[in-house]
C-alpha cells in the first residue's frame, strides 16, 4: 500500500480544518447567526476535500516505466482478456518489447473477468492504396494474480 506523503499531509489539514468549521458552525447554531447554514456548507464541502485526498493517497499508485519503452496509447480494451495498443510509425524494433510491457505491467485488474490478459502492440500499414491492414509487431501475456508479464515475440 503506497501512500503519496503530499495528500496525506493535505488530507490531515483539511480533517483539522473541517473539525475547527464543525465546531464553528455548531456555535453558529447555538448563536442563531444567519450564516449558520452556509457554515453546513462549507463544513460538509471540507470534510468531502478531507476525505477525498486521504482516499486518493492510499489507492494512488505511479506508473511503471520499462527501460528502452516508449510511451503508446491504448486503442483498445474489451475488459476482459485483451488490451491493443497502437505504435507510431517511426517506432523502433528494438523498442516493441519494452513497449508492450509497458502497456501490461501498468493494466489494472480489477474488474477483468479474467486473470490472464494479452496486450497486443501493432500498427496498421498500407498494403495497397485505399487499404490498410493492422499488423501485430508484439504480444505480451499479463498474469494479474502475480503481476507477472511473458513476452511472446
Known amino acids: 500500500m503506497r501512500a503519496d506523503p503530499l495528500l496525506l499531509t493535505a488530507g490531515e489539514w483539511l480533517g483539522i ?20 447554514f452556509r457554515l453546513v456548507g462549507v463544513t460538509s464541502f471540507t470534510v468531502l476535500l478531507s476525505l477525498s485526498c486521504l482516499a486518493f493517497a492510499v489507492s494512488y499508485a ?3 516505466l520499462v527501460d528502452g519503452a516508449v510511451s503508446v496509447p491504448v486503442v483498445f480494451d474489451n475488459g476482459s482478456d485483451l488490451v491493443v495498443a497502437a505504435a507510431p510509425a517511426d517506432l523502433a524494433p528494438e523498442a516493441f518489447g519494452p513497449s508492450v510491457q ?3 505491467l501498468n493494466l489494472r485488474g480489477s474488474g477483468r473477468g479474467t486473470q490472464q490478459v494479452e496486450v497486443r502492440l501493432r500498427r496498421v500499414e498500407a498494403t495497397a492504396p485505399g487499404t490498410d491492414t493492422p499488423k501485430v509487431l508484439a504480444t505480451a501475456i499479463r498474469n494479474l494474480e502475480d503481476g507477472s508479464v511473458i513476452l511472446q515475440g
Open 17 to 36: 480544518a473541517s473539525a475547527a468549521l464543525l465546531l464553528l458552525t455548531v456555535v453558529a447554531f447555538v448563536v442563531r447567526w444567519g450564516i449558520r
Open 62 to 64: 505511479p506508473r511503471q
Open 102 to 104: 509497458q502497456v501490461a
